[in-house]
């Protein structure tokens, strides 16, 4: 018997609860072990609950009891997630968390610890709720190069993108209905913004890597400034737009890493994910391009990862698995304004055709999606250096040219 | 040093000694060893090869040598890769190989000996060529029930089909095309008549539900008889037609496992699988729908999934991964006579509104795609069992209706 110890009983906590006690007959053949819930850390009480009797408000009982071999930690947030599985590790307890905010700032020193220890810390479900993703780039990573990892990696803002693509709803419309849903939180920001879709890729390209990228390095841009009529210029151009987070190998030493909405081609299989799913497209220099997709997040999903990393660790419990990286001053990443991209651009202007003009003297040809005497949208057909961008549009600005919308276009 | 033979230096071998080669750093660093190549087996020479010493004909130079730790089976067939496997694994060396005829057909038998022996089998390159699959499902099988899988699993029958599909070409010219481009064999039986689809569904069902599936148990259906006017019906009505491997749950006890063409709503992420890539739909009781989408064949796809199981081994050497399952006489496969399904009919008769109201009679309920004085296309509304169908059928020749197609529609 391995007994474990659960930090956490809100949705993926009581999941995972749920999970070992549904599916007890196949943990057990598969972890060729039985896996017992001896507490549960919470500063609630639930009575009703079939393990009323394992909870407890202090965390000291858990840390202290060495029967306790492998503590799974659904808390959230870095603190007093970050001391608890930090303490854990220390104590020799193997850690399986879903804390993507944990992983994305304090992987690497955890992950020295885990390893300083023998014990695993995993976390599968801190990306792509129950997709399995670290599991396959920690594997194929050996044969494979990996040029670039690009993802649909956040359910809420994909649900908001969706609802204004398909029903020409307003971005503040689709937002509240996701919100009455229960796929955004009163406060939508870390949604919203692109801090969670940053985190996700920051994780994911560490491990794929082998060195650990923060955050806040990251240009992070969410969709919150995406109006309705952007969505349906791009959509008549014969592209959606979604919320990405990607990373691009530029060669042996650099990356190139950002979060933004991008244009998308209909035709390719990142365009047809829909409402809260998520998808991750991994390009391998032997495999080809790889695609995940899932829910990625939900009580359910995410607690059968967190479970199947349970099981992992029980059949690891003397051995380590191998999922390491290092810690960094992220120096491999190129500066942001050095990222290149074809755009969309949308402008106004009382002289359209000057603006055009304009516009072909500063970023070479380009598509024209639509004009009329005050409005155009254009996509660039060259790649230009976001700084260049930025130099091109304050130019454009100073001849009376409004930028309304500049959007990425994917080159996947 | 893990000294490792290749058995087969045709498509799949040569790749996988080529990613050795190509990937020398990152092999090392993931399995913290360095893997040399001690043989190649092939009938060959191949003198202008890096690894030109290491060719022989002589099975028994590998089998009878001791430093040999883990084997690469690339040959293919039955005989004598049933053999050879069979002897390494008796001789105490693990085995990986991307076989899927000799896993469809000997699975139980070899999984067996290499649990007698305490050495691995792995075959993660059997199906689904360079996507992970075999490992996410055996992964996220302990915490799910796995309630069904469906796949796209032939990149030959997919590249004919999206011919058909998107440039309206016949089944007879999209084959000639896709043996031109080399995708089909001259003889493309194995993948037009379904029972490469079928080896591999059988793999996957094996895998999850544990016990051996035996391709000749499986009612396996090719697209050889699928013509373009019901590709065409069949996208008028939002559809598109796909040749599908897929196994479901009935209850704790029985499976329904089918390979034929199957119509797929084209908001379906299936229906956009084009070409020559695969798609395999997991569907688990926690995770809900997970897919996994690449390109399922093709030198350096196959070889790096190949390769990525050859580093398990080398880091499992004295450990053996979990990955069984059981013989079985296949007791848990339902008739496949009782399997149901909603149909895509296409009908013609001289009486196209009496056969219209026989349909009804006999089937209840459709929907009418299209009709004209001779001809008439339907969908069924609901389910029905394979010999109830098959009566109808019989009875509708009777009166004069021929039927000139019949497609089952998928039910994800």
């Not at 599916?23 to 072990?33: F, G, I, R, V, Y």
């Not at 407890?56 to 009982?61: E, G, L, M, Q, R």
């Not at 202290?64 to 307890?93: H, N, T």
């Not at 072909?360 to 996509?379: C, H, P, Q, R, W």
Request: include cysteine; proline fraction near 2%; charged fraction near 25%.
């Amino acid at each position: 018997m391995v007994q474990i110890a659960i930090m956490g009983y809100g949705v993926v906590g009581s999941g995972v609860a749920e999970v070992i006690q549904t599916h007890k007959t196949s943990l057990k053949s598969h972890s060729k072990n039985v896996i017992d819930v001896k507490y549960i850390l919470d500063l609630r009480k639930f009575p009703d609950s079939p393990f009323a009797d394992c909870f407890t408000d202090n965390f000291s009982d858990i840390a202290s009891d060495d029967e306790v071999k492998i503590v799974v930690e659904c808390m959230g947030g870095l603190s007093p997630s970050y001391e608890y599985v930090r303490d854990c590790l220390l104590a020799g307890k193997s850690v399986v968390t879903s804390n993507k905010e944990l992983i994305a700032e304090k992987g690497a020193e955890l992950l020295k610890i885990a390893k300083e220890k023998n014990v695993n810390l995993l976390f599968e479900a801190s990306v792509g709720g129950g997709i399995p993703i670290l599991r396959p780039i920690n594997q194929c990573l050996a044969a494979n190069n990996v040029l670039e990892i690009a993802g649909i990696l956040n359910g809420t803002t994909n649900y908001i993108l969706t609802k204004m693509i398909n029903e020409k709803t307003s971005f503040e419309q689709a937002l509240k209905q996701a919100q009455e849903l229960g796929y955004a939180e009163r406060n939508p920001d870390s949604d919203v913004k692109g801090y969670d879709t940053c985190r996700k890729i920051c994780i994911m390209s560490s491990l794929a890597y082998g060195k650990h990228i923060y955050p806040k390095n990251i240009s992070t841009e969410g969709i919150e400034n995406i109006e309705l009529s952007d969505v349906e210029y791009a959509s008549g151009a014969g592209y959606v737009i979604k919320l990405i987070g990607r990373t691009k190998k530029i060669n042996d030493d650099m990356l190139d890493i950002a979060v933004c909405p991008m244009l998308i081609k209909k035709d390719h299989l990142l365009a047809s994910v829909n409402d809260v799913y998520n998808a991750i497209l991994v390009k391998g220099d032997a495999t080809g391009d790889v695609i995940f997709y899932g829910r990625g997040a939900g009580k359910l999903p995410t607690a059968s990862a967190v479970v199947a990393d349970v099981i992992d660790c029980v059949k690891h419990i003397s051995a380590r698995k191998y999922l390491y990286w290092e810690d960094s001053s992220n120096e491999q990443l190129i500066e942001p304004d050095d990222s290149k991209s074809r755009f969309y651009l949308r402008v106004e202007s009382d002289d359209i055709a000057n603006a055009l003009n304009s516009l072909e003297k500063l970023l070479g040809k380009f598509n024209l999606v639509t004009s009329d005497n005050t409005t155009a949208v254009i996509i660039t057909e060259n790649e230009i250096k976001i700084c260049d961008m930025r130099s091109a549009l304050s130019k454009l600005e100073n001849i009376g040219v409004n930028i309304k919308a500049k959007i990425r276009l994917a080159d996947f």
